[in-house]
């Protein structure tokens, strides 16, 4: 009862509305872009936001997703405008080039900040951008007492993984369809997803990464 209350209060604080995530990390100036990121909140996206955020999803993850994409669009769409969805947009001199849609909650008891979106611009991929809202997502999950950064990818996403796994130092978590599907020793079935997480801590890493 005492753990399952001090996790609430961990997610409370983590969403109080008085923190600003980006408070010490305003600007991104490497290898020859100049951006400013801003944060922001599901329930109070603008019209125009909305329609950036879909848009770029389309352009992203249209390819990836295949045949599941047209029920998955749907999905993303409803997650998008939760007041549970935290943000990162990245923004040039005139308009938005991508973002990070981010959510504290729980994982198999372990408090975790969940990774729902990494969406770039493709112009402004592979230029170290990606790996910097990262890394500023991890320091984001560790200020506020999280045991880990937990993310979904879809397997035929390789270059994500890639950047996650060998870039990033990610690992497939322990309760990913394909590790929970070797563990029972089951065959025969396979779900189009991994779940990746980076740990902080013994406890999450005993959970998430070794059960």
Known sequence: MQRKKRMEELLRSAYSSAKDHLSHFPHYNTNGLSLFLESGRGNKLSSDLKNYIQKLLKVNMEGPYGAEWPAEEKVKRREMSSSEALYIFVYNKESVVGFVHYRFTIEEDVPVLYVYELQLEPAYQGK?????????????????????????????????????????????????????????????????????CKTFDDEAKAVLEES
Do not use: D, H, R
């Open 128 to 196: 170290g951008l990606g790996k910097f809202l990262m890394q500023l997502v991890e320091l984001i999950a560790c200020n506020n007492s999280m045991g880990a950064v937990v993310l979904t990818v879809q397997k035929q996403n390789t270059s994500a993984i890639n950047f996650y796994l060998n870039k990033l130092s990610y690992n497939i978590s322990s309760i990913s369809p394909s590790k929970v599907y070797q563990l029972m020793g089951v065959t025969g079935q396979e779900k189009s997803y991994e779940i990746l």
